[in-house]
Protein backbone atom coordinates (compact mmCIF):
# COMPACT_ATOMS: atom_id res chain seq x y z
CA UNK A 1 0.00 0.00 0.00
CA UNK A 2 1.58 3.47 -0.88
CA UNK A 3 1.98 5.77 1.73
CA UNK A 4 0.94 9.91 1.26
CA UNK A 5 1.80 12.97 2.37
CA UNK A 6 0.22 16.62 1.85
CA UNK A 7 2.30 20.02 1.45
CA UNK A 8 0.12 23.08 1.09
CA UNK A 9 2.49 25.66 2.92
CA UNK A 10 6.11 27.12 3.31
CA UNK A 11 7.86 23.63 4.66
CA UNK A 12 8.33 20.40 4.25
CA UNK A 13 6.36 16.98 4.47
CA UNK A 14 8.64 13.67 4.76
CA UNK A 15 7.45 10.07 3.88
CA UNK A 16 9.60 7.60 6.03
CA UNK A 17 10.06 4.64 3.82
CA UNK A 18 11.45 1.22 3.95
CA UNK A 19 15.68 1.34 3.70
CA UNK A 20 15.90 -2.37 2.02
CA UNK A 21 13.34 -1.82 -0.92
CA UNK A 22 15.07 -2.28 -3.65
CA UNK A 23 12.80 0.24 -5.65
CA UNK A 24 10.69 3.06 -4.73
CA UNK A 25 7.73 4.77 -6.99
CA UNK A 26 7.30 8.16 -6.28
CA UNK A 27 4.27 10.40 -7.17
CA UNK A 28 3.54 13.85 -7.07
CA UNK A 29 0.45 14.93 -7.49
CA UNK A 30 -0.48 19.60 -7.79
CA UNK A 31 -3.88 20.63 -8.03
CA UNK A 32 -4.67 24.61 -9.05
CA UNK A 33 -4.18 27.04 -6.07
CA UNK A 34 -3.65 30.85 -6.21
CA UNK A 35 0.05 31.35 -6.45
CA UNK A 36 2.98 29.98 -8.35
CA UNK A 37 5.54 27.61 -6.27
CA UNK A 38 8.77 26.53 -6.29
CA UNK A 39 8.90 22.67 -4.80
CA UNK A 40 11.56 19.81 -4.72
CA UNK A 41 11.38 16.47 -4.40
CA UNK A 42 14.20 15.21 -1.71
CA UNK A 43 15.51 11.88 -1.21
CA UNK A 44 17.97 9.89 1.40
CA UNK A 45 19.71 6.65 1.61
CA UNK A 46 19.94 6.50 5.62
CA UNK A 47 17.96 5.41 7.35
CA UNK A 48 15.91 7.85 9.67
CA UNK A 49 14.77 5.43 11.84
CA UNK A 50 18.00 5.00 13.68
CA UNK A 51 17.65 6.98 17.02
CA UNK A 52 20.66 8.96 17.58
CA UNK A 53 21.97 7.82 14.17
CA UNK A 54 24.79 9.89 11.60
CA UNK A 55 22.20 13.22 10.19
CA UNK A 56 20.76 12.87 7.07
CA UNK A 57 21.78 13.90 3.50
CA UNK A 58 18.91 14.87 1.57
CA UNK A 59 19.35 15.05 -2.30
CA UNK A 60 17.30 16.37 -5.27
CA UNK A 61 15.23 13.54 -7.32
CA UNK A 62 13.43 17.00 -8.64
CA UNK A 63 13.14 20.70 -8.43
CA UNK A 64 9.96 21.94 -9.89
CA UNK A 65 10.47 25.69 -9.42
CA UNK A 66 8.18 27.84 -11.03
CA UNK A 67 5.53 25.37 -11.17
CA UNK A 68 2.23 27.08 -12.13
CA UNK A 69 -0.35 26.48 -9.71
CA UNK A 70 -2.91 26.80 -12.09
CA UNK A 71 -1.99 23.86 -13.71
CA UNK A 72 -2.82 20.38 -12.52
CA UNK A 73 -1.05 16.90 -12.98
CA UNK A 74 1.50 14.19 -11.71
CA UNK A 75 4.99 14.01 -12.14
CA UNK A 76 6.15 9.96 -11.63
CA UNK A 77 10.05 8.64 -10.87
CA UNK A 78 11.13 5.11 -10.26
CA UNK A 79 14.15 4.88 -8.16
CA UNK A 80 16.15 1.29 -8.44
CA UNK A 81 18.06 1.91 -5.38
CA UNK A 82 16.78 1.20 -1.67
CA UNK A 83 15.80 4.87 -0.07
CA UNK A 84 15.12 5.61 3.62
CA UNK A 85 12.85 8.65 2.64
CA UNK A 86 11.54 11.30 0.67
CA UNK A 87 9.93 14.53 1.17
CA UNK A 88 8.27 17.55 -0.41
CA UNK A 89 10.61 20.61 0.33
CA UNK A 90 9.28 24.20 -0.15
CA UNK A 91 10.57 27.22 1.08
CA UNK A 92 10.00 31.01 0.49
CA UNK A 93 6.25 30.77 -0.36
CA UNK A 94 3.08 32.24 1.36
CA UNK A 95 0.66 30.29 -0.33
CA UNK A 96 0.87 26.81 -2.04
CA UNK A 97 -1.22 25.08 -4.55
CA UNK A 98 -1.65 21.49 -2.52
CA UNK A 99 0.86 18.81 -3.57
CA UNK A 100 0.77 15.35 -2.40
CA UNK A 101 3.82 12.78 -2.57
CA UNK A 102 3.09 8.95 -3.02
CA UNK A 103 5.51 6.37 -2.09
CA UNK A 104 5.26 2.89 -2.90
CA UNK A 105 7.81 0.31 -2.62
CA UNK A 106 8.89 -2.82 -3.90
CA UNK A 107 11.09 -5.90 -2.46
CA UNK A 108 11.66 -6.89 -5.57
CA UNK A 109 13.36 -5.07 -8.60
Known sequence: MAQSVSLSSAGTATLILNPVARSTTVVMTTTAGSSNAAITIEGTLGDPTIVGGPALAWGTISSGAGMLSSATGNLFYTILSPLGGVRLNSTANSSLP???????QSVTA
Request: glycine share 0%; proline share 0%.
Open 98 to 104: SFTLQAL
